[in-house]
């Protein structure tokens, strides 16, 4: 259900959307209100998915109110007047209705209201994919590095080295452990305190230490063993 109020300053207009919104299955009326200044009240103890509200009132026109609010709701401006209209779709008013509107037009503006919504809720839900790349500064360049490439990352005081498949040098950046620990992705582990590996490039684990090519051997750390471990129980095959 879509929770909404009405404010209209004119008693007649306000009972039409009242009756309206009650035509409109998944609409849910919280709160009917004669002024913007009345809906600004209920709004102060109580929130609302929508509003529908008119233009030209008294002490606080409808569209002051919107702008006023920090957060504002989704909103449909109902009005006699279109000179509004642009200044509407400014503040992302999901539909204008021009007095005298009819039932059709009204419930074409709750579609709408309705596919914003679900929009909005499909977003949320929607996880948001770690992009494959991440930028380093090194010396005067900033280099786009494909996560994917790197084999290890190993600490060098304040700096760190990265290294990549195919590459004989490392690029050395002005960064710590924690942070480029924080930004790659769950096949990285940290093995050591100065070594956090790509675990789809071991090529074999020989007692305390990593082979990753055959010039490449890292130790493991002893407070990373126990980590390390249960991720090996996680792929080991045995009879």
Same mark, same amino acid.
């Given at each position: 259900?879509?929770?909404? !109020?009405? !404010?209209?300053?004119?008693?007649?207009?306000?009972?039409? !959307?009242?009756?309206?919104?009650?035509?409109?299955?998944?609409?849910?009326?919280?709160?009917?209100?004669?002024?913007?200044?009345?809906?600004?009240?209920?709004?102060?103890?109580?929130?609302?998915?929508?509003?529908?509200?008119?233009?030209?009132?008294? /002490?606080?026109?409808?569209?002051?109110?919107?702008?006023?609010?920090?957060?504002?709701?989704?909103?449909?401006?109902?009005?006699?007047?279109?000179?509004?209209?642009?200044?509407?779709?400014?503040?992302?008013?999901? /539909?204008?209705?021009?007095? *005298?509107?009819?039932?059709?037009?009204?419930?074409?503006?709750?579609? %709408?209201?309705?596919?914003?919504?679900?929009?909005?809720?499909?977003?949320?839900?929607? *996880?948001?994919?770690?992009?494959?790349?991440?930028?380093? =500064?090194?010396?005067?360049?900033?280099?786009?590095?494909? $996560?994917? /490439? $790197? %084999?290890?990352?190993?600490?060098?005081?304040?700096?760190?080295?990265?290294?990549?498949?195919?590459?004989?040098? *490392?690029?050395?950046?002005?960064?710590?452990?924690?942070?480029?620990?924080?930004?790659?992705?769950?096949?990285?582990?940290?093995?050591?305190?100065?070594?956090?590996?790509?675990?789809?490039?071991?090529?074999?684990?020989?007692?305390?230490?990593?082979?990753? /090519?055959?010039?490449?051997?890292? *130790?493991?750390?002893?407070?990373? =063993?126990?980590?390390?471990?249960?991720?090996?129980?996680?792929?080991?095959?045995?009879?």
């Amino acid at each position: 259900m879509i929770r909404c !109020i009405a !404010i209209d300053d004119e008693p007649l207009a306000l009972r039409q !959307i009242v009756a309206y919104i009650g035509k409109v299955p998944f609409l849910e009326l919280a709160a009917q209100c004669q002024s913007a200044l009345e809906a600004r009240a209920f709004l102060e103890h109580d929130t609302v998915d929508a509003i529908f509200c008119d233009i030209n009132m008294p /002490d606080l026109n409808g569209m002051e109110f919107v702008k006023s609010l920090a957060v504002p709701p989704l909103i449909v401006f109902t009005t006699a007047y279109s000179d509004y209209a642009v200044e509407g779709f400014r503040v992302n008013a999901v /539909d204008y209705l021009l007095k *005298p509107f009819g039932l059709q037009e009204f419930q074409r503006a709750a579609q %709408r209201l309705r596919e914003r919504v679900e929009g909005a809720a499909l977003a949320e839900n929607t *996880p948001v994919p770690q992009a494959d790349t991440i930028f380093l =500064k090194t010396e005067s360049r900033i280099v786009n590095v494909n $996560i994917p /490439d $790197i %084999r290890y990352v190993e600490a060098m005081s304040e700096y760190l080295k990265v290294w990549l498949d195919g590459q004989e040098k *490392p690029i050395v950046t002005l960064l710590s452990m924690k942070k480029i620990e924080e930004r790659l992705p769950d096949y990285f582990m940290r093995i050591h305190r100065s070594y956090i590996i790509n675990l789809t490039k071991i090529q074999e684990v020989n007692k305390n230490r990593v082979v990753m /090519d055959a010039n490449t051997i890292l *130790p493991i750390g002893d407070m990373y =063993k126990e980590s390390f471990q249960a991720y090996l129980n996680t792929k080991f095959l045995s009879r």
